[in-house]
Each structure stands twice: as structure tokens, then as C-alpha cells.
Nanobody, 117 residues
């Protein structure tokens, strides 16, 4: 059994910063890969950022240079640092992980990020 708990997010003015966390617990040795997705009202879910089992990171063009994905292996936690936020970044953000020893995807519960003045 694997549990994911997301934290962070909230309301911020344009140009501000927020950080999302995704902490994994339970029957887990370590996180193999992680991805952050977002979905705005009326829009399709979008892959925002991720890191693979090799450690390679990738970002959507819309967030490159502004968002940074990272991980703390000791805490089995991943992060999404979001800087220079824009109103179009407003969405519900969810993390998805894969762990070693399992082919399943595990999803967080989602966190609202609202960028508005």
C-alpha cells in the first residue's frame, strides 16, 4: 500500500512563487519516477514536469525556466517549485509516481494553485 500526500499550493499574485510537495509513504523503497500534471477548468490534463528513473528531468514548454522539479530520496518526497507564476498557471496540480518493484502509477489527491491579483 502506497500513500501520496500533496501539500503546498494556494493563492498567489502574478509573478509570485509557490512550492508543491508530494510525499510517498507505505510499502515503498524509493521513488523511481515522478511527474506533475495540472488541469484547469474546461481544459485537458497537461504534463507539467517530470523526472525519469535515470534522473533526467523534462518540462512543458509553457513552464520551462520557471518551474523546477526536484526530489529528496531520504524523504521519498518530490517537489515542484513554481516561480514567476502567471494567471494561466491556475489549475489543480497532481503528482504521479512510480516506485521500484511495482508497475502501478500512484496519484496524489491534487492541490489547487490560483494565480490572481
Amino acid at each position: 500500500q502506497v500513500q501520496l500526500v500533496e501539500s503546498g499550493g494556494g493563492l498567489v499574485q502574478p509573478g509570485g512563487s509557490l512550492r508543491l510537495s508530494c510525499a510517498a509513504s507505505g510499502s515503498i523503497f524509493s521513488i523511481k519516477s515522478m511527474a506533475w500534471y495540472r488541469q484547469a477548468p474546461g481544459k485537458e490534463r497537461e504534463l507539467v514536469a517530470g523526472f525519469s528513473s535515470s534522473g533526467r528531468t523534462s518540462y512543458a514548454d509553457s513552464v520551462k525556466g520557471r518551474f523546477t522539479i526536484s526530489r529528496d530520496n531520504a524523504k521519498n518526497t518530490g517537489y515542484l517549485q513554481m516561480n514567476s507564476l502567471k494567471p494561466e498557471d491556475t489549475a489543480v496540480y497532481c503528482c504521479k509516481i512510480q516506485i521500484y518493484g511495482s508497475a502501478l502509477d500512484y496519484w496524489g489527491q491534487g492541490r489547487q494553485v490560483t494565480v490572481s491579483s
